[in-house]
């Protein structure tokens, strides 16, 4: 089942600028995804929270494929390599930032490396994926760069749903563990959600479904996110990570995830196409081309890699 088109979708709280946009973004639209191609940014490789389901030798499970790991760029590298791929891949639209960790819990690095690309390239679509805790804190940031895509991870609305999908959270210099973590991050979450699709933001909620867990709840999560003002839901299979806390959990079948995105369409047009891909992905959404511009592969300027921990 597709996703419906964007004219016929329209949000009353989206720009028109920000549609023009969404035309041309191949996530957010099901039209534009075997014309436009996505490169991301691997610049942001630390997180603020600590997911059940991750485990941090690979990338963020919110908008990655668990199991492979990913080079980190700084900004100056990104901007090389962004001027680098752009002559290589045809109709690159979007420049996205997702992980290996949290966009926003790498912020400086993020924002330094969406003003330089700016300058070379004023059209490019920018896209951020995040784990929504810092929201309330760079949301205006976000609206004032330019960004009109932003994806938010929101997997429960209740603390104690929360307690079993996250360990803790990193939050104004203490680590808080459990329910109190979660509620502060579900909080924050909704708020960022509520802020930017008022400023004209085109929100995708990503949610990972996990059997027993949040399965039930994702219906009242779908109608909770719409009525803060957001576009589209995303809602992802379980794929256990090694070395997660749910490296034993069962994957989520394809034939589950489309079931309840059957449902849940009544409410929200959903995604069908997402390719949970790398946090270094270049190219469409079907063929993933970023080995060929990997540092290893040389990308023409020698090494573009600048290893960070995090
Ligand atoms: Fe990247 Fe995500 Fe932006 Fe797309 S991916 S930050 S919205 S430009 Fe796309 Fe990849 Fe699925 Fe994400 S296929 S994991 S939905
Ligand atoms: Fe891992 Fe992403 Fe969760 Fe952070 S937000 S803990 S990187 S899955």
């Known amino acids: 089942m597709d996703c419906l088109s964007v004219k016929d979708q329209c949000c009353s709280r989206v720009s028109f600028d920000a549609l023009e946009q969404t035309k041309k973004h191949p996530c957010f639209s099901f039209e534009a ?18 997911c059940n389901y991750c485990n941090r030798k690979f990338d963020c499970l919110h908008e990655s494929r668990p199991g492979v790991t990913s080079e980190i760029l700084s900004p100056e590298s990104a901007r ?19 992980g290996p960790g949290d966009a926003l ?110 399965s039930r709840h994702i219906p009242d999560i779908v109608k909770k996110v719409k009525d803060l003002g957001a576009f589209i839901t995303n809602i992802m299979p379980l794929i256990p990570a090694g070395g997660s806390a749910f490296e034993k959990y069962p994957q989520t079948s394809m034939k589950e995830i489309n079931k309840i995105r059957k449902i849940c369409q009544a409410d929200l047009r959903q995604m069908y196409h997402c ?11 079907g063929d993933d081309r970023s080995y060929e511009f990997s540092s290893a592969a040389g990308c023409g300027e020698g090494p573009l890699a600048s290893l960070k921990t995090g």
């Not at 090389?80 to 997702?98: C, H, M, P, Q, W």
């Open 80 to 98: 090389r390599k962004y001027s680098f791929v752009k002559e290589k891949v045809e109709n690159l639209s979007v420049v996205g930032i997702a």
């Open 275 to 285: 390719k949970q891909c790398r946090a270094d992905a270049i190219g469409l959404l």
């Open 105 to 214: 819990a790498n912020w400086e690095d993020t924002r330094q490396t969406i003003e330089l690309i700016k300058q070379d390239a004023p059209d490019v679509v920018f896209c951020l994926s995040t784990n929504g805790l810092m929201l309330p804190h760079y949301g205006m940031e976000i609206v004032d760069l330019g960004i009109r895509h932003v994806t938010v991870t929101v997997n429960c609305l209740e603390p104690d749903t929360g307690a079993k999908i996250y360990r803790f959270i990193n939050y104004g210099g203490k680590k808080i563990e459990g329910a109190d973590g979660a509620a502060i991050l579900i909080k924050n979450q909704l708020e960022g959600i509520a802020d930017l699709a008022k400023h004209g933001v085109v929100i995708k909620v990503n949610i990972v479904m996990l059997k027993d867990i949040n």
């Open 33 to 50: 995804h075997k014309k436009y191609a996505r490169m991301h940014l691997p610049v942001a490789p630390r997180c603020n929270i600590s």
